[in-house]
């Protein structure tokens, strides 16, 4: 009995780490963009307002979403709200009240989670181009119609486990008079799923652990 429970305990944890391995060999990445140019009107929505990409024929749901801004450019950043809603409504802000204070230039922006750190808010020299996690200096903003209203989400995370199919919509925003910008090669949205395999492999490894364990015994 003691020898069953152990070989079963094992295979519980073989399988589970052959489960771990698979989702993780099996996940794949795809981008959807939307590269027309956005202009940020000052101390107005931008035009177009919303940005929109649609998504469909996806039967995984999101395991990691990131966002892509290209070519960003702007006399005073941190007037800059962008707030990205996805199909089912969540939301979450992107940046707001940060970026600095000095003129940038086709700057280039990646939005993830798992960025190192947030969007940084310079006062000597200008936003950089990289990876950033999503940052929301300014909280009580609230983006104008047809944007919804808050309270926003602060994490990519937010679309975790949804389905990406429908309209994913951009809005962006300027909060403050006296400055503009735009973004010339739009937006895009980085999506990671599990290949439909993944529990299949899940089963095959659980059934050939088990045969294994068996075999041993004999």
């Known amino acids: ?10 295979t519980l944890l073989a399988a589970a780490f052959v489960f771990s391995m698979a989702q993780r060999a099996l996940a794949s990445t795809f981008t959807f963009s939307n590269t027309a140019p956005i202009t940020i009107n000052d101390n107005a929505p931008a035009t177009p307002y919303p940005a929109i990409i649609n998504i469909s024929g996806f039967t995984a749901r999101i395991l990691d979403l990131n966002v892509a801004i290209t070519g960003l450019s702007h006399t005073f950043p941190t007037d800059i709200g962008i707030l990205l809603v996805g199909p089912g409504g969540q939301t979450v802000v992107l940046m707001d009240n940060t970026g600095g204070i000095n003129p940038i230039s086709n700057v280039n922006l990646t939005f993830d ?5 947030g969007v940084p808010n310079p006062i000597f020299g200008s936003l950089a181009s990289g990876t950033y996690k999503p940052t929301n200096n300014a909280p009580t903003d609230v983006f104008a119609a047809p ?5 926003y989400g602060t994490t990519l995370s937010v679309f975790d486990n949804t389905l990406p199919n429908g309209a994913w919509r ?11 910008g ?7 949205l980085q999506v990671t799923t599990p290949e439909p395999s993944t529990l299949l492999l899940f089963g095959v490894g659980l059934f050939t652990i088990s045969a294994w364990l068996r075999r041993k015994e004999m």
């Open 147 to 151: 944007a919804p209203g808050r309270p």
């Open 113 to 117: 989670d798992e960025a190192a750190t």
């Open 170 to 180: 951009l809005f962006v925003e300027d909060f403050s008079p006296g400055d503009s």
């Open 1 to 10: 009995m003691k020898r069953y429970i152990l070989r079963f305990g094992i």
């Open 182 to 188: 735009s973004i010339s090669g739009g937006f895009s």
